[in-house]
């Protein structure tokens, strides 16, 4: 008995390394049924009636072409991941072939372009574009070096310098940080009510205004001052309520008696954190707060995709943006609190990625 649940357990052991070996698959057919529009194409006007490969290919290509049986490759294997529910007719005249058509389930319905146009399909084509597949191979880089950093490494600059020269890719950036910014948006204006009675707000990394201009929705009474580098903000929409104002957070940021922040502390290394705090510190007044919106990672490990997502988004970090920028957990921004001069902090976790971390002066 024993000697077979070795066997068992090895057989099992083996195939979980050949699965993760070929993970890469998943990603690629992701990149390719998004490039190739088959989410929008399925889900047409609302309907996600289950479609053939060949009714599929009308849509995506009605000019004919194609091959089905590639296509069918691709959804079969991302049916097994949970992307397309898989409906099996066998009416026809080969019991043993059956047609297969495909719908989406709620993981494809993320990638269908909305009313608002904010799928998570530039998320995904942003995550394999050429200048960041090149960094991958060099993740070991970052263990071996402390100081390297694999997209320098394959790129010859950091990622920031060498998406300013690139307008294609810095729109698919930006595309793919408003389809994931304004699903937590929602979240954060239902279930945080941290900004009632906020008189003056400034967003440090702010961009385009997107998140200013959700907050203000609700709250139009804040003066917004969507802060950025002089060249991100000369790019930023007028938006009403809202004055644009360029600078340095390492420098100086603009006096409010509330700062807000999304994904701007988990780029950078601690010290690097610590005089971003300082100088929040220094603009706001007693009683003021800062409120970072940033990825927070479990004390401990394990397989939901909740820890998996982070910690994957970690090594991403790592690996496309600083080395020594990261994933923190609540313990550590605490700390980084603390050693700012922010004497109170607390974390609310409101949406499935991001935490508000909320540190009052």
């Excluded at 100081?147 to 920031?160: H, I, R």
């Excluded at 397989?303 to 080395?323: C, K, N, P, Q, W």
């Amino acid at each position: 008995m024993g000697d077979v649940q070795t066997a068992e357990s090895s057989n099992r052991a083996r195939l979980a390394i050949m699965e993760l070996a070929n993970m890469i698959s998943v990603p690629m057919s992701l990149n390719a049924i998004v490039r190739l529009n088959v989410p929008d194409a399925i889900w047409q006007g609302g309907a996600n009636t289950p479609l053939s490969v060949d009714q599929i290919l009308s849509r995506v290509l009605p000019s004919g072409g194609g091959d089905p049986e590639n296509l069918q490759r691709i959804l079969r294997m991302l049916t097994s991941y949970g992307v397309f529910d898989e409906h099996l007719n066998y009416s026809g005249d080969d019991s043993h072939s059956p047609e297969r058509k495909y719908s989406l389930t709620d993981i494809g319905k993320t990638l269908v372009t909305d009313a608002e146009g904010l799928p998570y399909a530039p998320y995904v084509l942003q995550h394999h574009q050429d200048a960041l597949m090149r960094a991958w191979p060099l993740v070991h880089e970052a263990v071996l070096n402390p100081t390297s950093e694999p997209f320098v490494k394959a790129n010859g600059e950091g990622a920031y310098s060498y998406y300013g020269k690139k307008p294609e890719m810095n729109g698919l950036m930006q595309k793919a940080m408003s389809g994931v910014s304004v699903p937590f948006m929602r979240a954060i204006l239902d279930g945080y009510d941290g900004l009632k009675g906020v008189k003056r707000l400034v967003d440090v990394g702010g961009s385009a205004g997107d998140c200013l201009r959700m907050i203000l929705q609700k709250y139009p009474h804040v003066e917004g001052i969507n802060f950025d580098l002089p060249e991100v903000v000369a790019r930023a929409p007028s938006i009403p309520g809202v004055t644009h104002v360029g600078g340095d957070m390492f420098e100086s940021i603009p006096a409010a008696d509330a700062i807000f922040m999304k994904w701007v502390l988990t780029t950078w290394t601690d010290d690097e954190c610590k005089a971003i705090m300082e100088n929040c510190y220094k603009a706001l007044p007693v009683g003021g707060k800062l409120i970072a919106c940033e990825p927070v990672l479990p004390k401990e490990s394990d397989d939901s995709h909740r820890t998996r997502a982070l910690l994957e988004g970690d090594i991403f970090v790592m690996t496309i943006y600083r080395a020594k920028g990261k994933h923190r957990t609540q313990d550590e921004f605490k700390q980084l609190g603390l050693s700012a001069g922010f004497p109170h902090f607390r974390a609310f976790y409101i949406d499935y990625f991001y935490t508000v971390l909320e540190f009052q002066k």
